[in-house]
Nanobody
Framework: QVQLVESGGGLVQAGGSLRLSCAAS????????RAWYRQSPGKQRELVAT???????NYADVVKGRFTISRDNAKDTLYLQMDSLRPEDTAVYYC??????????WGQGTQVTVSS
């Protein structure tokens, strides 16, 4: 069964950077868009950034200008470059491969902790 494997989370000081990766363990057909979400304790999961099949990107206002979503089609890997991190960015980050008319794929989540 194909899985999305995330990596790159960790502990960083405020103002620092991290780069998250999300790699598919096999081929996934019919992916329309890829996205990063995050969830903090006691809060709902929220959308952080998306990238469509054509490469169009969108960001939540709170991360705009600090985070960059990208992908490597050859490796079928999704990335999230996070700069100027803030304590409020602390959360579990999840990647998602979205498909039209089929089940979406989710990663297992990776913890990002930003200390003040």
């Amino acid at each position: 069964q194909v899985q999305l494997v995330e990596s790159g989370g960790g502990l960083v000081q405020a103002g620092g950077s991290l780069r998250l990766s999300c790699a598919a363990s096999g081929s996934i057909f019919g992916v329309n868009a890829r996205a990063w979400y995050r969830q903090s304790p006691g809060k709902q999961r929220e959308l952080v950034a998306t990238i469509t099949r054509s490469g169009t990107t969108n960001y939540a206002d709170v991360v705009k200008g600090r985070f960059t979503i990208s992908r490597d089609n050859a490796k079928d890997t999704l990335y999230l470059q996070m700069d100027s991190l803030r304590p409020e960015d602390t959360a579990v980050y999840y990647c998602k491969f979205e498909r039209v008319g089929r089940l979406d794929y989710w990663g297992q989540g990776t913890q990002v902790t930003v200390s003040s």
